[in-house]
């Protein structure tokens, strides 16, 4: 049954992950469970009797936000290097399979039927696994996918691992990306949350870039949501230890309250969020709600949630 198959996968990975944060599992056992993970991984992956949109679906980890959620106090920087960690694992340990199934899924990738949306799909998935494991090769996989693409699936996923990559194609990819569809909007608030979203060590720079950029103004609620939201899910933006992730937000808060206080509202939740991260962050987290909160001529909206937040 697909069902029951996707809950053993992510029973198998959620246990495997929390008991890792969690300082339960010891060397020997973190290999077991990697081993054991990879083994369902290989079958997904040569399981023939699985169509490609189930198999894309078994392929995708639990998300950081989830694993959170797991946690009574969870540590973001804790949780990306763990789950990057195995991610890397796999895509080495499944570098041939992950590339073989590129390729298969590459020659049917053409048109709208269900079996061609579920190549593009574990097309994608395998970059992913590739860039974490092998992001040399990655890179030069995801830029002739990009190139070929006739569809904006592949387009965008191809552009989401490279986005993630310190690859000269990085920039390459994403500047052609701008030239095509600069006039649609839609499409550009999409290029700006790839990279505010990316794995990409540097991505705080790049959201303050960004903010520079011609195309971005507080102004346009779509655009303000689409760079800075995504941000907001970055364990080494967001969450940096430094706590620049947290001002960048409460900056933008304040400074957005007297234009749209609605979607000013709305990124601090994020912030809220303190209670259940660990102290050093919380305390920076709580810090940047305190000051919002003292700001004068702070909306309603804005109000109510910062006050709810700090409880």
Not at 135 to 149: F, L, T, W
Not at 217 to 244: C, D, I, W
């Given at each position: 049954d697909p069902f029951a198959r996707y809950e053993a996968m992510q029973d198998l990975v959620v246990g495997h992950l929390c008991g890792a944060l969690s300082g339960s599992l010891d060397d020997k056992a973190r290999d077991a469970g990697r081993e054991a993970i990879g083994t369902a991984f290989a079958s997904v992956l040569a399981d023939d009797q699985l169509d490609d949109l189930m198999r894309g679906e078994l392929l995708i980890l639990p998300g950081e936000a989830y694993l959170s959620e797991q946690m009574l106090v969870a540590d973001p920087a804790a949780i990306r290097a763990e789950r990057e960690g195995l991610k890397a694992w796999l895509g080495t340990r499944r570098e041939s399979e992950f590339a073989q199934l590129h390729a298969r899924a590459a020659a049917a990738s053409d048109g709208s039927s269900a079996a061609a949306k579920g190549a593009r799909k574990v097309k994608t998935q395998?970059?992913?696994?590739?860039?974490?494991?092998?992001?040399?090769?990655?890179?030069?996989?995801?830029?002739?996918?990009?190139?070929?693409?006739?569809?904006?699936?592949?387009?965008?996923?191809?552009?989401?691992?490279?986005?993630?990559?310190?690859?000269?194609?990085?920039?390459?990819?994403?500047?052609?990306?701008?030239?095509?569809?600069?006039?649609?909007?839609?499409?550009?608030?999409?290029?700006?949350?790839?990279?505010?979203?990316?794995?990409?060590?540097?991505?705080?720079?790049?959201?303050?870039?960004?903010?520079?950029?011609?195309?971005?103004?507080?102004?346009?609620?779509?655009?303000?949501?689409?760079?800075?939201?995504?941000?907001?899910?970055?364990?080494?933006?967001?969450?940096?230890?430094?706590?620049?992730?947290?001002?960048?937000?409460?900056?933008?808060?304040?400074?957005?309250?007297?234009?749209?206080?609605?979607?000013?509202?709305?990124?601090?939740?994020?912030?809220?969020?303190?209670?259940?991260?660990?102290p050093g962050r919380a305390a920076l987290m709580r810090a940047e709600l305190e000051r919002i909160a003292a700001a004068p001529k702070l909306s309603r909206d804005t109000y109510e949630q910062v006050t709810r937040s700090l409880g």
């Open positions: 395998a970059l992913v696994y590739l860039a974490a494991g092998v992001p040399e090769r990655a890179a030069d996989m995801a830029a002739k996918q990009y190139d070929s693409a006739n569809n904006m699936t592949d387009r965008q996923g191809a552009l989401m691992v490279l986005a993630s990559l310190q690859t000269p194609e990085r920039t390459h990819k994403l500047l052609d990306f701008y030239n095509r569809f600069q006039g649609n909007a839609l499409v550009i608030d999409k290029w700006f949350a790839i990279q505010a979203s990316s794995l990409h060590p540097d991505v705080l720079e790049q959201v303050k870039a960004l903010a520079e950029h011609p195309d971005f103004t507080l102004k346009n609620p779509n655009r303000v949501r689409s760079l800075y939201m995504p941000f907001t899910g970055t364990a080494q933006g967001f969450h940096a230890a430094s706590g620049e992730g947290y001002r960048m937000i409460a900056d933008l808060i304040l400074a957005l309250d007297p234009l749209n206080p609605q979607t000013a509202a709305r990124f601090v939740p994020p912030l809220g969020r303190w209670r259940r991260i660990e």
